[in-house]
């Protein structure tokens, strides 16, 4: 992809299954990366995987608490440089029916996946608009533009930052910072296993999802760092504020 070799490229979530992938990715494109993780065992094992090469850094911190934010935002330009990207990827999720849930698991998880993003926009983009330029990738979900039941809390955050993007590509266009969302559906990673290892009910949605895929199958981590890198490269340098699906044709949104 045009202009990614040399940027700074700040990835959340990064121990998980698409989080690592990307990593991966912009490392290969010739990015120098900072992996965030709440999850400091299976961060220091991504680390592990590339070795000493001065090109990543990693930072264990909880999205959701701003002010570890801000000093990890701060740690990471002092190690590899200004942030040139921020990919919003860390999330969390437990199904449930909305009427089963309670008010600790709903307040987590509007702090993970609509507080965190918000801390993470606040804590970066101060310093792309101040370097006049930037790019941001979140990666919300279909949940989030179509709903999905047993994800009502999660669908409402998702679809919040899908509005956040919109208004802040709006807001910050004028200082050349671009952010545009990517919306996996039923990707094979931790998130949906735990789902299917919730018995019998998980596994015939599971596959019921299957069937419903144009595509007939899972997304694997491996189909969404070819978006991400994209969105981050000169090649996307006239879109902002867009939505796009990587789910196999599940959804098809006009
Ligand atoms: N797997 C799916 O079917 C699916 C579908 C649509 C969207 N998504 C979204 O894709 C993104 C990546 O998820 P995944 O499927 O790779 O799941 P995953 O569970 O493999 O990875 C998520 C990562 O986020 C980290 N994380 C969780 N809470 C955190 C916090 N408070 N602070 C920092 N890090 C935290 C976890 O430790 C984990 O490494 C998430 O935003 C998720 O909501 C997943």
Redesign the pocket.
């Known amino acids: 992809m045009k202009g990614l070799k040399g940027k700074v490229a700040l990835v959340?979530?990064?121990?998980?299954?698409?989080?690592?992938q990307i990593c991966k990715r912009l490392v290969e494109e010739g990015c120098s990366v900072a992996m965030?993780?709440?999850?400091a065992k299976?961060l220091e094992s991504l680390a592990a995987e590339f070795g000493k090469i001065d090109q990543v850094c990693h930072v264990a911190?909880?999205?959701?608490d701003y002010d570890a934010v801000c000093r990890a935002v701060a740690g990471v330009e002092k190690a590899i440089g200004p942030i040139d990207i921020l990919i919003?990827?860390?999330?969390?999720?437990k199904f449930s029916n909305f009427l089963d849930t309670d008010e600790v698991l709903r307040q987590k998880v509007v702090?993970?996946?609509l507080n965190?993003p918000i801390n993470m926009f606040h804590a970066v983009l101060a310093g792309m608009a101040q370097r006049d330029g930037g790019r941001v990738v979140t990666?919300?979900?279909?949940?989030g533009r179509v709903g999905s039941s047993g994800q009502a809390v999660?669908s409402a955050c998702?679809g919040g930052v899908i509005a956040l993007t919109k208004t802040l590509a709006r807001e910050l266009a004028r200082r050349n910072i671009l952010l545009n969302a990517v919306?996996?559906?039923?990707?094979?990673?931790?998130?949906?296993q735990?789902f299917m290892n919730q018995g019998p009910g998980g596994q015939k949605v599971h596959d019921a999802m299957k069937r419903a895929i144009p595509l007939k199958r899972?997304?694997q981590?491996e189909d969404?760092p070819g978006i991400v890198a994209f969105l981050a490269s000169d090649d996307a340098s006239f879109i902002t504020g867009q939505v796009i699906s990587v789910s196999g044709g599940l959804t098809m949104h006009g």
């Not at 965030?36 to 999850?39: N, Y």
């Not at 990666?139 to 949940?143: H, Q």
């Open positions: 959340t979530g990064a121990a998980g299954g698409m989080g690592r965030l993780d709440i999850d299976r911190v909880d999205i959701s919003n990827n860390a999330g969390w999720d702090s993970i996946n965190g990666i919300a979900s279909d949940a999660y998702k919306c996996p559906g039923p990707t094979d990673t931790a998130m949906l735990d899972l997304g981590p969404i």
